[in-house]
């Protein structure tokens, strides 16, 4: 059988500039099951006790057990800080979070990257012993939290430094400050050993700006400004965490492309997709739970804390994959952060995917890892943190009440709009059986406590057939039977069958053609909430409906809602065919040919340039993006070769016949088009479509809905 390789895998690499991927790829992967807790027990890392955040999330009052957990979400990185120093290290200039903490970015560091700057820090004055940029404190973080366990604070949320016990004298010897800074090529030495480690706790993504205590300054906020679960809708996930990445490149223009508030969370475990999606608040956990569906659990599975082979279960991620209880999901995403990253990174091949995917091992982890039972015996309490967090109502937020309509009749009428045609999906308030559930809806949404304690979400899955957005995420492959969280999936979702053909647009034909999605998992999407939906636009799961401002006031919310909402039930409005992602700037891809394994290397060789590269471009401005990053790993690589030559002189030919817009059309729909949508994981490439439900009704009918939507 001749070996299958991944074209998707190669166009990343080619986005790296034709270098390879951390470790692993250059044959000197970490075959240690071992974790580097320093000598340390679970034990030695204990949760912190000490209310240290009290004026965030509205300021209330948390039981011991809850004062634990929101502790623990906000500062436990559970050695993450190793897998991101490696990355530093080993991944040529990819990334490097000390240099993204940079002090001289403090002013900055909202508006341009999205990130939240700590309250009680401010840009420093002058560099610090070893000639680093990092915060300094105006009002020093409290002293019960032991640096030793939680790191100590970079002056942004969620991000922690750490001393690095590899910084000994002959490192101290060869470190230079400033070439670090201002020499790109000796900060990506492999052999560099920086002062500090940064770790990332789940906090860098999740906390943001409470929605009704926003702040005056967006780069100077108080405590009291902050959620700690909202989610970051502002974060720029590629100028955070790919920071050190050149202009010029695909992998730049896929990383610009990528709207504010999204994460990749299938990127570094690769799935041959392109799929960033919003980043979850947590709401109302309680109401959610006692929604959730019975599932089917088997496998290491059953390892997982709270875990049993038959209960009910949440749908936390966008597809309804992490399907295993909310510990459970939890600890999976420290792993994709990098916690235990040295089973992590044995199980499949990081950015690349050059290597079929392994599933990640919670018996090996609850054997081997410290950081690992640290973090799972602490996160029964950010559980119980989570079932403490309610929604942000507009009416309470400063000048709030003033975007909703004072007519009672409107609102009344929004009500029954909401009943009729929304809250079948969006209530997990449901009628008992046997009873017509538009009839009971219409009465029970006009109960005053109609809105208490519902999740406004029943959190089931629903083919992307009938929802009709984008297919990108739900077409998602990490956590099918096989494959790297295969443990933190439920065999019911892994058994979950085709939801048939989709169709999507080809935009070199000008036509729809139709895509069959596999089954085992694929193809769903779980309803989501639309508590405090008036503040966490743009909509969609890939926050593609509706404009960014920027603005985390409540004009700038609701300036955000008023347009995604608009969009959404007067579809005609959306930009369509124009919310394909697409390059801004003419750029390349390019291979290191010896960095590739055989025998994909032994057939493009012959096709290199004299320095051992391999170049498909210049990729013309206007090139669909997912057309290029959305390839099937299952290429056979004779194919794949002729597939890259025939891209290549396609493109080739465009720049040296200069050929005009329409003229390159017809040649890459001729010549490329019909190749990578054949080997195409998802080839639908408009962003905001799909979910038209309402876009029939009459607009008085829309209108006074939305009034009851700024009400959730």
């Known amino acids: 059988m001749k070996r299958r390789i991944s074209l998707a895998a190669m166009f990343v690499v080619l986005v790296l500039m034709g270098l390879a991927a951390f470790g692993c790829n250059r044959d000197k992967r970490d075959k240690s099951l071992i974790d580097d807790a320093g000598g340390r027990t679970p034990e030695d890392l204990p949760e912190l006790a000490v209310d240290v955040f009290k004026p965030m999330d509205g300021g209330i009052d948390l039981a011991p057990d809850e004062i634990k957990g929101r502790n623990t979400w906000n500062l436990w990185c559970g050695g993450t800080e190793q897998f991101w120093d490696r990355m530093a290290r080993e991944a040529y200039g990819l990334t490097d979070m000390l240099k993204m903490i940079d002090s001289r970015n403090h002013g900055k560091r909202f508006s341009e990257m999205g990130l939240i700057n700590q309250p009680g820090y401010k840009e420093a004055s002058k560099p610090d012993q070893y000639g680093l940029w990092i915060d300094e404190a105006v009002e020093p973080e409290s002293s019960a939290i032991d640096p030793n366990v939680y790191g100590r604070a970079t002056g942004i949320m969620g991000f922690r430094l750490f001393n690095n016990p590899a910084f000994d004298a002959a490192a101290k010897t060869k470190w230079n400050a400033d070439r670090y800074y201002n020499d790109p090529d000796y900060a990506a030495d492999p052999n560099l050993v920086r002062p500090y480690r940064v770790g990332v706790a789940c906090g860098s993504c999740h906390i943001a700006f409470n929605p009704v205590k926003p702040p005056a300054d967006p780069e100077n906020p108080a405590w009291e400004n902050l959620a700690s679960a909202i989610g970051n809708q502002y974060i720029r996930e590629g100028k955070a965490f790919a920071n050190t990445v050149r202009e010029g490149g695909f992998f730049w223009e896929m990383l610009k492309t990528q709207p504010p508030g999204t994460s990749d969370t299938s990127r570094l475990a690769t799935d041959h997709i392109n799929n960033p999606n919003a980043i979850n608040p947590v709401f109302l956990l309680g109401s959610r739970l006692d929604e959730a569906e019975d599932e089917e659990l088997a496998g290491d599975t059953l390892h997982l804390p709270t875990v049993s082979a038959h209960m009910k279960v949440p749908h936390v991620l966008k597809d309804g994959a992490d399907s295993v209880g909310v510990p459970g999901a939890t600890l999976r995403v420290y792993i994709n952060i990098g916690s235990y990253s040295q089973h992590w990174l044995q199980q499949h091949n990081a950015l690349i995917g050059l290597t079929k995917q392994k599933p990640f091992s919670v018996e090996t982890a609850q054997k081997y890892s410290v950081y690992w039972l640290a973090t799972q015996q602490k996160f029964q309490n950010v559980a119980k943190f989570f079932m403490r967090l309610k929604s942000f109502r507009l009416e309470d937020a400063p000048g709030g009440k003033d975007y909703i309509t004072k007519d009672e009749a409107v609102l009344r009428r929004g009500k029954i709009v909401f009943a009729e045609n929304c809250a079948t999906c969006h ?286």
């Not at 390019?590 to 060789?605: F, N, Y």
């Not at 070769?641 to 720049?655: G, M, R």
């Open 427 to 712: 209530s997990s308030k449901r009628p008992p059986d046997g009873v017509s559930e538009t009839d009971w809806f219409r009465t029970a949404v006009l109960s005053p406590d109609f809105r208490e304690g519902n999740f406004f979400s029943d959190d089931k899955r629903k083919p992307i057939t009938l929802i009709g957005t984008n297919a990108a995420r739900a077409c998602g492959t990490n956590a099918i039977r096989g494959h790297i969280w295969d443990s933190f999936s439920s065999e019911t979702y892994k058994n979950l069958p085709s939801v048939g053909e989709i169709e999507v647009w080809n935009p070199y034909a000008d036509r729809t053609e139709k895509f069959n999605v596999p089954g085992g998992g694929p193809g769903y999407y779980r309803t989501p909430s639309l508590v405090s939906v008036w503040s966490s636009a743009p909509l969609f799961h890939n926050n593609a409906l509706g404009k960014f401002t920027g603005d985390p006031s409540v004009k700038g919310r609701m300036e955000a809602f008023d347009d995604a909402i608009t969009k959404l039930l007067w579809p005609e409005r959306r930009p369509g065919k124009e919310s394909i992602w697409r390059t801004s700037q003419e750029c390349s891809l390019q291979l290191q040919v010896s960095v590739i394994p055989e025998p994909l290397r032994a057939l493009l060789k012959p096709h290199a340039d004299a320095d051992g590269y391999f170049r498909v471009g210049p990729i013309p401005e206007g090139t669909p993006i997912n057309l290029l990053a959305n390839v099937g790993p299952d290429t056979d690589p004779v194919e794949l070769v002729k597939i890259c030559l025939k891209v290549k002189a396609a493109l080739i030919e465009i720049k040296t016949k200069h050929l005009d817009a329409a003229a390159a059309k017809e040649l890459l729909k001729r010549e490329v088009a019909p190749e990578l949508y054949k080997i195409s994981t998802c080839p639908d490439l408009i962003e905001d479509r799909g979910h038209e439900f309402g876009g029939n009704l009459p607009d008085s009918d829309k209108r006074a809905l939305i009034e009851f939507l700024k009400t959730l």
